[in-house]
């Protein structure tokens, strides 16, 4: 693909401090027409969010904190969980192709690597009828932080499992790469990107214990359904599960 051709990374604003990208992002879109693929870098957020009205914690310059602005009108409202693919799988592989690490999807869209968190993703779309109009895609990927406070101990970076301190820059600039790439993916063949979803997804075809509201169920990923929901079989029987209902046990 040629530059030409780039949607993601067109635009690139960098930020010393800022409350959150993902705020500045959505700023950017009330205040009308925002360039379609504009990157928001901070190098530090003074409150940075999670999911489930989360914090986002993340010491200043040692990470990764980029918001994307994409606009995909063309992408109907009930298939949202393809921008979720988008995001958790080019995070995936610019992790494995830059420093082979064995990085999975945690469902719905967390990033594991040995079973502790190494990035997280907050999705925003802005719906106009019965297609999105504006998405932000937020991602936190934990860089060079060597240490996370005890409330974070299921929190890990490239430094901790790669056991050096590696470019910053070069991953960001990998990861826009990779979401263009895999934007592009969305629009010509939504199945693919769907596939490889799948085979990035920890846990994918494995018998695994899961905690439900009222017990625990020993089941096999078989998929995930048109909305993203997931598919597990139990005893030869194929359920499907919201995200609040339903948690893997690591
Ligand atoms: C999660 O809870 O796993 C999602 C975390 C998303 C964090 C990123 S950091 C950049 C962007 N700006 C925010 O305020 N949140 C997202």
Redesign the pocket.
Known sequence: MTSADSIIGQKIIRLDEVS????YAANLIAKKNPIEGTVILALK?GS????FD?D?L?EPGKNI???VIISPGFLPVHKQFMLNILASISVVDVLTSLFSMDVKVKWPN?IYVNNKKIA???IQNFLLGSNIRHTII???LNVNQEVFPPELHLATSIYIEVGRRVDILITESKLIQELDKNYHLLKEDEDLLRKIYLSRLLGMDEQRRFELSDRTLEGRIVGIDDYGRLKVEEKGIVHTYDHHMIRMIL
């Open positions: 959150s990208t993902n705020n957020q940075g969010r999670g999911q989360r986002w993340s904190t980029m918001s967390d997280g993703i907050l937020g991602i936190g």
